[in-house]
Structures are given as structure tokens and as C-alpha cells.
């Protein structure tokens, strides 16, 4: 079972649509969650730190789910430019480096 | 501006042959990293760093090396020993143990 797990997608959706993400973790020492953004051929950039409260940063919610271990990422009113490939990344103790994972594909269609 | 580069973008080599990967920060992060992605796959760590003169293999690190013998630079060796080396190889530096990190452009490295 890999650390950490994504459907790959892609999910093809029409411009000004909510979509949602999904991301699943095994191990249940992770402590810190995020999500990455990354467009073909380019370098991950952060997108969101996930907190267990859940979180909000303009279009984009992100929520923690401790018991079930796993992480959502929520897009609301999609634009052309959401298109990209979404990575969930965690961190667990004892690991000094952050695990991604594959990636969900995301392709907003106008 | 303060950032994280790598160097070159683009970097052909004979199959055989090593070839030392660049990687330099100037955000006075201790942490740095290198990862190397394949197509349609996800980042998997290679080899990380801590702190000056000392880092640790990652899960994938057989075939590679790598030295910290500055706070601002994290080479990344690719061995003749790599089995597959064609990817595109990503470093990263965090502030922390780890907290977000934040990557350079990456190397696509072709090996013929």
C-alpha cells in the first residue's frame, strides 16, 4: 500500500464548477498535511498547509480527517488557470522529509 | 530575490558517464533535499540533509550521491550505477524539520 495515496484523475470539469480532491495516508504518526500545486513540466509550488480545523484561503478549502486518515481539497468556482496536477503531501514523526503523493490531475474546460 | 536554484535546466549525458546536479539556496534554510519525478508519478525522495556535513538516504538513493559541505549547496551526484537515471530530478530546502518546502526549477536529465 503506498504512504500516501490519490486517483489520479483526471477530473475534467466546466469552468465555475466546485470539484473536490481526495487523499488518503497510512501512517497514523503523520503531523503535518499540505497540498502542492504543480503545472506540466514545472516545479511543485505550495498551494495550502492542511490544519485539523480545516482551513480556508480564498476558492480553496482544505480539511484534516484524523480518524479516517485523510485529507480533502475542496475548489470552488474553477478557473481556466486551477488546471494542474494537485499533490497531497504529508509528514510523519520520525520521517524528515515530506511524502508525496502521485498527484490528482485537474482540467478545467471552458 | 531570495529562491532555490538548480542548474542546468536541461542536461543530456552518455549512458555511463556521472553527472553532478546543482542545487543552491539562499534562503538560509538548514534543510535541503533532492527528489526525483518520473512521468505521471509522484516525487520520491533521494537523499536529504539536515544540516552542514551530514545528510541521510532517502528511499530511493542507490545509484546517487551528494555532499553538504556549504549551508547554501546540495549537489547531487548521478552515478553510472543508476540503473534508470532519465527523470526529472527536483531539490527543495525547508527551514524546518520539515515544514514546508519550496523547490527550484528542476534539472530534466536524459541519459542516451
Known amino acids: 500500500r503506498k504512504e500516501v495515496e490519490q486517483d489520479p484523475g483526471p477530473f475534467n470539469v466546466p469552468e465555475g464548477a466546485t470539484v473536490a480532491f481526495n487523499c488518503t495516508y497510512s501512517?497514523?504518526?503523520?503531523?503535518?498535511f499540505f497540498w502542492y500545486r504543480q503545472d506540466c513540466r514545472k516545479e511543485p509550488k505550495l498551494l495550502m498547509s492542511?490544519?485539523?480545523s480545516g482551513n480556508e484561503d480564498g476558492r480553496f478549502t482544505a480539511q484534516l480527517n484524523r480518524a479516517s486518515q485523510y485529507i480533502s481539497l475542496l475548489i470552488r468556482d474553477s478557473k481556466l488557470s486551477d488546471s494542474a496536477t494537485y499533490l497531497c503531501?504529508?509528514?510523519?514523526?520520525?520521517?524528515?522529509?515530506?511524502?508525496f503523493g502521485s498527484g490528482t490531475r485537474l482540467q478545467v474546460q471552458p | 530575490d531570495g529562491g532555490i536554484t538548480q542548474s542546468p535546466k536541461y542536461l543530456f549525458r552518455k549512458e555511463g558517464q556521472n553527472v553532478t546536479l546543482s542545487c543552491e539556496q539562499n534562503?538560509?534554510?538548514?534543510?535541503m533535499y533532492w527528489y526525483r519525478q518520473d512521468p505521471g508519478q509522484g516525487l520520491r525522495l533521494i537523499y536529504y540533509?539536515?544540516?552542514?556535513?551530514?545528510?541521510q538516504k532517502g528511499d530511493i538513493a542507490e545509484g546517487y550521491s551528494v555532499s553538504r559541505e556549504k549551508k547554501e549547496s546540495f549537489p547531487l551526484t548521478v552515478t553510472s550505477a543508476q540503473k534508470n537515471p532519465t527523470a526529472f530530478y527536483l531539490c527543495?530546502?525547508?527551514?524546518?524539520?520539515?515544514?514546508?518546502?519550496?523547490f527550484g526549477q528542476g534539472t530534466r536529465l536524459t541519459v542516451v
Open positions: 527543495a530546502s525547508s527551514a524546518g524539520s520539515p515544514t514546508e518546502a519550496f
Open positions: 501512517n497514523s504518526a503523520s503531523q503535518s
Open positions: 492542511v490544519y485539523s
Open positions: 503531501v504529508v509528514n510523519w514523526t520520525g520521517r524528515r522529509a515530506l511524502t
Open positions: 534562503l538560509n534554510h538548514d534543510a
Open positions: 540533509s539536515q544540516i552542514v556535513n551530514d545528510f
